[in-house]
């Protein structure tokens, strides 16, 4: 947060979150090529490429698209939604794993993939997305039986309120850090900021 990233949006995704922001990538995009990607890319003077979705891990393209981007010295975050496989992407040092793990709310967290909490690096970072005292205690538990070894968020969905989150993880004296979604305290909830 509150660093100046390129965003690649992948189109599709396998989960269908009850909170969704992100709908209109689950069947709308404009379909393009690596060296197309890398040339808007390249229009812009930062370091750092956010790939995210939908759900990136579906694309069949994905693994040379980083490999691409990482030989051109970009540093990746790849954000997953936590049902997929991120092995392939775990052993890669310009990659920074962004792995969602679903709460009850989302009425996706049957979907997780709980395996590839242990394959997260110190680098990495593991994020739930809280709506209400349920689901920050599914969190806790969580954290609790997996011990993950990378920083944790704890984001409130978008419209609810984060003072009340914020309050639940002092209280608790959890090692968590409170996300917000800054592009949307600064611009607003649209596309293409």
Known sequence: MGTPTIF????GCNLRCSFCDTTYAYTRGKELTIPQI??????????MVCITGGEPLL???LPTLVDRLVQHHYTILLETNGSLDI???TKKTSVIISLDIKCP???MH???NFDNIPLLKKTDQLKFIINNKHDYEYAKGILVQYRPCCAVFFQPVWGTNPKRLAAWILHDGLPVRLGVQLQKIIWGAKRGV
């Open 8 to 11: 690649v949006r992948t189109t």
């Open 38 to 47: 890398l040339k808007k890319v390249k229009d812009f003077p930062y370091t």
């Open 59 to 61: 694309q069949k393209q």
């Open 87 to 89: 092995r392939p992407y």
């Open 105 to 107: 709310s989302s009425r």
């Open 110 to 112: 049957q979907n997780m």
